[in-house]
């Protein structure tokens, strides 16, 4: 967008584990940050998201005061001003990153902590019932054909597929290593699941090697991987290391059992992996269906990694990859489609 010839104004809530960028600066004319409103006792949280009412903060609404600029809402949970009187006449866009309620009542299904999983299934509820403020936003941006499906269900009149914006490029290493590897962060509850799946019912059959790599990995796969010699656990690696483990696999298996959004670690292999086995969930109507090995069970999984375990992967395999993405995933093209909706409302305002 800044490429487009944008002035943003960027507002962002901080987290303690997590610093405002300085590349920011190069492209952003303002920054604000703002904390959230964790406090326990609020009246809202009967009735709202948690990932929505603890971002209310009073300066927020006061710094979108200060012009009369569109409105990009990054995520539903950022909304909780959508609807606000004095927003009324401003041109707001929602980009969605999944069917949020479906995301988290996936989270609550997986999940075994008691207090969790009651938390993933309240806030599921609480989202489905929440969506409905989209009516009250000019465009909504779908990032998946899935999604777009959905929200268009939901008698939206104004949704658009805008697919992932990415950090990517192309940049294939055709020489392999003998391992296969899944990849994640670890201590999301779909991650953990897809990771011990791979585990107990499809590595446990066979003895090609495995390796997870991934932050803060449950002490549960831990335990699982110990008796099994072909498959190693990475914690913690650093973003070289990361890079290094995805360019060296000789294939990467990506199984999930939650069909939301798009998953950019899928993005982040076909940019930089070799060989790729999916599930259905992973990549239907994404458009990369033909890039993917597709098997949707622990004996097709296993089938498949017999199949590519001596495959070579080539430079065709390159320049095809290259000519899918391009179609599908190209961030000027789709920082375009965003400026053509922003550039129709303004006039219609």
């Known amino acids: 967008m800044y490429e487009l010839g944008y002035q943003i104004t960027l507002h962002c809530y901080e987290y303690n584990d997590r610093e405002i960028s300085e590349e920011l600066n190069k492209y952003c004319f303002r920054i604000y940050t703002y904390t959230r409103n964790f406090v326990l006792v609020n009246p809202l949280k009967f009735y709202m998201p948690f990932i929505v009412f603890t971002r209310n903060h009073r300066m927020l609404l006061h710094q979108l005061l200060h012009d009369d600029a569109p409105i990009l809402f990054e995520g539903l949970h950022t909304t909780y001003f959508l609807n606000h009187p004095k927003l009324r006449k401003r041109v707001k866009l929602v980009r969605m990153h999944n069917i949020e309620h479906d995301y988290y009542a996936a989270l609550g299904k997986n999940e075994d902590n008691l207090f969790n999983k009651i938390y993933y299934h309240t806030e599921a509820f ?81 003895d090609y090697p495995l390796v997870i790599a991934g932050n803060n990995p449950t002490e549960e796969l831990f335990e699982l991987i110990k008796p099994y010699k072909h498959i190693r656990l990475i914690k913690n690696p650093n973003m070289k290391q990361m890079e290094d ?66 495959k070579t992967f080539d430079l065709n395999e390159t320049e095809h990859r290259n000519k899918v993405l391009s179609k599908h995933f190209n961030n000027m093209e789709n920082a375009k489609k965003i400026d053509a909706i922003i550039n129709q409302l303004t006039q219609i305002k």
Not at 159 to 185: C, M, Q, R, T
Not at 251 to 275: C, D, E, R, S
Request: proline letters at 1%.
């Open 245 to 310: 483990i995805i360019k060296d696999a000789h294939m990467h298996v990506l199984p999930t059992f939650q069909a939301t959004g798009i998953k950019l670690k899928l993005l982040h292999v076909l940019y930089n992996g070799k060989f790729i086995i999916a599930n259905k969930q992973m990549i239907e109507n994404t458009g990369l269906t033909e890039l993917v090995t597709e098997a949707n069970s622990a004996d097709e999984m296993v089938n498949a990694i017999n199949s590519l375990a001596n």
């Open 126 to 206: 609480l989202l489905k019932k929440y969506e409905k403020i989209l009516h009250k936003t000019n465009a909504v941006l779908a990032i998946s054909s899935n999604d777009l499906k959905q929200l268009e269900q939901r008698k939206l009149t104004n949704v658009h597929l805008v697919p992932a914006f990415h950090g990517f490029e192309l940049n294939i290493d055709i020489e392999s290593k003998y391992y296969a590897l899944y990849h994640g962060k670890l201590n999301v509850n779909e991650n953990d699941v897809a990771a011990q799946f791979l585990v107990k019912e499809v590595f446990s059959k066979i």
